[in-house]
């Protein structure tokens, strides 16, 4: 079956600097690519997406590239504030039937201090 | 605001208690899920709704029953819970279209199962 592996948290950053969080996953097929982020109290918002290889999503200054050969979708972001910190979410996405079944990692949660 | 609303966001109850949960969304999507996310775990997939037919229901316990009536809400019966219960129980909706595969959640309801 699918499943997506990211990178333990939890990662603590200071203001401006560089954020790296590692996904790999493994598919049968051609999923797509997701980023989720919580913020606390919240539910899961999307961040950024990617439907095929080599695909790259941004947003909000995050950025990640569906890279098949390494069944990878690494998120980054140059330069990280106190208001990026929440839980992070790695996820794939098949179609079945008329639905998308969408397999989430564990989360790894980010904390920004100043 | 992502288009789906759960309440209510807060939720204790005992044991012996009977309640329900509420998602409504307003995003005209085809699809709805019931997900169980509890600390230090992977997010879980509980139920699936296309088209106001469930479609997958992941070995849930027969103490938690969903109710779809129509494409826009989704309901969480809850009955003698236990205390190993308490989790944030979220809500999400997708389109029916391949072409807008990502998921849209609701903010949760945290129940508290004394």
């Known amino acids: 079956g699918n499943s997506v592996t990211q990178m333990e948290g939890p990662v603590t950053l200071s203001e401006e600097a560089f954020l790296t969080i590692n996904c790999t996953y493994t598919?049968?097929?051609?999923?797509?690519l997701f980023w989720y982020v919580q913020y606390p109290g919240e539910g899961l918002q999307l961040l950024l997406k990617a439907t095929k290889a080599d695909d790259k999503g941004s947003n909000k200054g995050f950025e990640a590239t569906y890279r098949k050969e390494t069944t990878s979708f690494h998120l980054e972001k140059g330069s990280v504030q106190v208001s990026d910190s929440a839980v992070y979410f790695c996820?794939?996405?098949?179609?079945?039937?008329?639905?998308?079944?969408?397999?989430f990692g564990t989360g790894t949660k980010l904390q920004v201090i100043p | 605001e992502t288009g789906v609303t759960q309440t209510p966001r807060h939720l204790v109850m005992g044991m012996t208690n009977k309640k329900s949960l509420k998602c409504e969304q307003h995003l005209g999507h085809n699809a709805m899920y019931w997900y169980k996310q509890s600390a230090k775990k992977p997010l879980e997939l509980m139920f699936v709704?296309?088209?106001?037919?469930?479609?997958e229901n992941n070995s849930v316990p027969s103490r938690f029953s969903p109710e779809c009536p129509n494409s826009s809400h989704l309901f969480l019966h809850l009955h003698t819970l236990q205390p190993e219960d308490s989790a944030l129980y979220l809500c999400a909706s997708s389109p029916g279209s391949i072409r807008y595969n990502e998921q849209f959640f609701g903010p949760g309801t945290r129940l508290t199962v004394l």
């Open positions: 709704y296309s088209l106001e037919e469930r479609v």
């Open positions: 996820a794939l996405s098949d179609r079945s039937g008329g639905y998308q079944k969408v397999t």
């Open positions: 598919a049968t097929g051609y999923p797509s």
